[in-house]
């Protein structure tokens, strides 16, 4: 595998292939697996390191893998992969075991550096080795697809082969079904050359693949029984799969759409992700469980390595010094600036609003390398300006306006709940806040647009608090506490209040509840998404700003 | 002629989207990125609908072409100088509409099905608003010659004349050419693609060139018709036409990187609200002028 790359594609090195396969790579761009906003998170600048992002794996060259990812990415990456067309590579970035993928082609560390560095050695590996006389053939388990025949006309008869239907006569039609689930299924199978498989749209509902076997068909024979949509009008209904490698949403979250013509009819969310989540907790020590908890949510880990520390420290029964309070409110502060300019910069993808994407996303980075409350600060006036142009977009009201509607007694918290008029923030009970002048941003509305303006409030605000805390971080003081001792913290993270109950065992912690804000407002999905068209629905979603990594059980 | 500039036209168009979407001017870009999509395996989907799918590409670019054939870049400078030029550019543009709706339908992808029937209902949006400010710019030059057309504007650019049927002239063909804040058929974070979702190497490259030349055609089309086309002094006319076509093509590519992506609802909302009553309000005006002149 020297000097060639594993994806390479089939053909014997020509000049000619020598040259394109220079231009491949001066023209790398990526598929980046969990997603582009889990690398702005972690201050990694894709651009920068010279790396398109692609929103098909179909148009990207190399598949970018980014942290220890769960098993159920890593399979949905695998689908991804066999789904890009050669010559392919894989780039793991801080990733650990990718398989079921072929392992990594370059593998660096997660830094900016180790990033740019990798990707002068893809663009090596691609000008020498894009093309090989003998390729491998890459199969992926969750594509394989199982035939079963249908009577068009009765969907319950079915058989392992061809035939006829009993009841009617009709000749059977074959339908398939794919093996995995929770993947990006719209592209189904891929061995190396033969082409792809859709496992997509719903053969049930008379799939536009098959019309012509059936002959004529009146239109009411042809939509008898299938089900009528709010609008009456009875169109094709397809499931389509959105995530969890979705371009306009969170890498990670995982949804299906059943579509009826473009209007979103039912929702199914997938609770979390596959393989990530709590039970990793299961005994870890006290002394490693706040970069535990933090290490499982990569949008966020201040957030919930701040909810670790306190809830053990009020099982021990310790005070935490104001100092520490102080650099922990700074610490917090500054990652919930950067945690909503993260969520508008995938916002501002989603609604194909490049400026707002490319900008807020430079900031996020920005505001995450700052090295102290001083480079922060020298931010301010910048953000402030992003801030003021943002709000006064032409059309972006007009998009966002009655989109995502929430009713305002709903359980919900954060800025969405903020949003809704109701000033529901842990921070006013906060003692490190009381000092700092805290006020919760809250605004009328209840809606995308409503959603946006909390949160371009409050990045403006949390760079204000960040300012007088004059830190942004803070030394951790490991509290020692006794076998059954149990604590409760609340913290206010950037997506809403999450709270914390622990008890230790004797070498272990144990937890006892840990309510996150996303795992709340995943349950409203269906409600922002069902009845719109896929963009509104998509936008609603959005506007919620769901870690799929923080949604539990 | 007509044709090399027609190809180098669609080049530079992709060199300044280039700029426009990644921040950097590069000469040489547009040709790296053709060349890497060649070497790329060229995928077929499984149960595609094969004449939809592989005509899709080809049809985008010869009725781009085909519209530009009407266009003068410079007096004897044209492919087709017809007698119903102004109306052939409709007609032509047409098929952009058919080749979007198959490229949707042909790889059997939900994404794609919902990007190709978008643009159905974006066409049923801006057709219109295509026809009804030609229809004004034929009026004043009481011809359907597009020479004619530009010799017309010899005192006054139509763009003057008649500004509200420029402007909604202008946002129309941003419209065809599925161009942001009208891109709802590929809409990248909506559908990862749509239209384009499934096509991928040369066949990829072909929907690229053929999106290419229908931005500059469009881009030539509002040259002609509302900005004296070749006229200008001291450079050579064609010079003019390329430079003006230059600019319309920047302003429409880079417009689109300030607002959101519009809604479908509203695009066929305001189409037919605002668009066509406006429209109509144009040749009203262009009529009245027209008579006060005579």
């Known amino acids: 595998m020297k000097g060639s790359l594993s994806g390479a594609r089939e053909g014997r090195p020509s000049a000619l292939r020598r040259l394109v396969a220079k231009a491949s790579a001066d023209d790398l761009c990526a598929f980046v697996v969990p997603g582009p906003d889990v690398a702005r998170a972690r201050g990694i600048d894709l651009g920068a390191a010279g790396l398109g992002v692609a929103a098909t794996p179909r148009h990207a060259g190399v598949i970018l893998l980014l942290g220890e990812l769960p098993a159920g990415l890593k399979k949905a990456a695998a689908v991804a992969y066999a789904q890009m067309p050669r010559p392919r590579a894989v780039l793991a970035v801080g990733a650990g075991d990718i398989s079921p993928l072929p392992g990594p082609d370059v593998s660096v560390a997660a830094t900016q550096a180790d990033l740019a560095a990798g990707v002068d050695e893809l663009r090596r590996l ?52 794919t093996g995995g689930s929770g993947h990006e299924g719209h592209h189904g199978a891929h061995d190396s050359h033969a082409g792809m498989g859709h496992g997509s749209v719903d053969e049930d509902a008379g799939g536009h693949g098959d019309h012509g076997d059936m002959g004529f068909m009146s239109m009411v024979e042809m939509t008898q029984g299938t089900p009528r949509s709010s609008d009456g009008l009875q169109m ?104 909503h300019l993260g969520w508008l910069s995938g916002f501002g993808r989603l609604l194909g609003y490049s400026w707002l994407g490319e900008n807020a996303g430079r900031l996020q980075v920005a505001l995450l390398r700052a090295a102290d409350a001083g480079e922060v600060g020298r931010l301010e006036p910048e953000v402030g300006k992003f801030v003021r142009r943002v709000i006064r977009t032409p059309l972006l009201a007009r998009r966002l306006e009655g989109i995502g509607t929430l009713p305002g007694d709903a359980e919900i918290s954060g800025p969405v709940a903020r949003a809704s008029g109701l000033a529901r923030d842990a921070r006013a009970q906060g003692t490190g806040y009381r000092h700092l002048g805290f006020e919760p941003v809250v ?111 | 002629m007509i044709f090399l500039v027609l190809a180098a036209g669609a080049y530079f168009v992709a060199v300044l989207e280039r700029w426009a979407t990644k921040g950097r001017f590069s000469l040489k870009g547009p040709v790296v990125s053709g060349l890497a ?74 994404y794609a099905m919902v990007a190709g029937f978008r643009f159905l209902g974006q066409l049923v949006a801006y057709s219109m608003l295509i026809v009804m400010p030609i229809t004004a710019v034929a009026m004043r030059a009481e011809s359907l010659v597009t020479t004619v057309v ?33 891109d709802l058929p590929v809409a990248p974070g909506e559908l990862a693609g749509g239209v384009e979702a499934e096509y991928t190497g040369w066949r990829l490259a072909a929907m690229r060139l053929g999106r290419a030349t229908l931005v500059f055609t469009l881009a030539l089309s509002v040259t002609v018709f509302y900005l004296g086309g070749w006229l200008g002094p001291v450079l050579p006319p064609w010079a003019w036409t390329v430079l ?15 607002v959101p992506r519009l809604r479908e609802a509203d695009v066929l909302a305001w189409g037919w609200k605002y668009g066509i009553p406006l429209a109509l309000l144009n040749i009203f005006y262009v009529g009245v002028v027209l008579l006060g002149a005579a």
């Open chain 1, 126 to 177: 691609f000008a020498a080795g894009a093309f090989v006389e003998e390729t491998t053939a890459f199969y992926a388990d969750e594509i394989e697809t199982e035939t079963t025949y249908a009577c068009p006309m009765h969907p319950g008869v079915t058989s392992g082969g061809p035939g006829s239907c009993p009841r009617c006569g009709m000749d059977l039609v074959p339908r398939e079904s």
């Open chain 1, 236 to 339: 094709e209904w397809a499931d389509a799969p959105f995530g969890p490698l979705f371009p306009g949403l969170p890498g990670g979250l995982a949804m299906s759409f059943t579509l009826d013509g473009d209007t979103v009819a039912v929702v199914k969310a997938m609770r979390g992700i596959d393989g990530w989540g709590p039970e990793s907790l299961d005994d870890v020590t006290a002394r490693e469980f706040p970069e535990r908890l933090a290490f499982l949510s990569p949008l966020s880990p201040i957030a919930y390595r701040v909810l670790a520390l306190r809830a053990l420290g009020v099982a021990a029964g310790a005070e935490t010094d104001e100092e520490t309070l102080l650099g922990q409110v700074g610490a917090l502060e500054r990652e919930r600036a950067a945690s």
């Open chain 1, 443 to 553: 605004r009328d509305g209840g809606d995308a647009f409503a959603r946006l303006r909390v949160r371009l409030a409050e990045i403006e605000q949390s760079l204000g608090l960040v300012r007088r805390a004059g830190v942004v971080s803070f030394t951790e003081v490991k509290p020692a506490a006794n076998a059954g001792d149990v604590g409760v913290a609340t913290v206010e993270t950037p997506r809403g209040a999450a709270t914390l109950r622990v008890t230790l065992r004797e070498d272990a912690v144990e937890v006892l509840e840990l309510r996150t804000p996303s795992s709340v407002h995943q349950g409203f999905v269906g409600a922002v998404a069902e009845q719109r068209e896929v963009a509104d629905a998509l936008v609603g979603v959005a506007s919620l700003d769901i870690s799929p990594w923080e949604v539990t059980g």
């Open chain 2, 37 to 110: 999509l060649l070497g790329r395996e060229s995928l077929v989907p499984r149960k595609l609908d094969r004449i939809f799918f592989e005509a899709a590409p080809p049809l985008v670019l010869v009725s781009a072409v085909l519209a530009a054939a009407v266009l003068p870049l410079a007096p004897g400078l044209v492919v087709a100088d017809l007698a119903t030029g102004a109306l052939f550019v409709n007609a032509a543009l047409a098929y952009v509409m058919v080749a979007l709706l198959m490229a949707g339908w042909g790889p059997d992808g939900a």
């Open chain 2, 150 to 182: 530009v010799t017309s504007q010899a005192t006054l650019w139509n763009a003057a004349y008649q500004p509200l049927g420029f402007v909604l002239y202008f946002l129309a063909a941003m419209a065809v050419a599925f161009l942001p804040p009208f």
């Open chain 2, 244 to 258: 003006k076509t230059l600019v319309v093509t920047a302003v429409m590519l880079w417009l689109g990187r300030y």
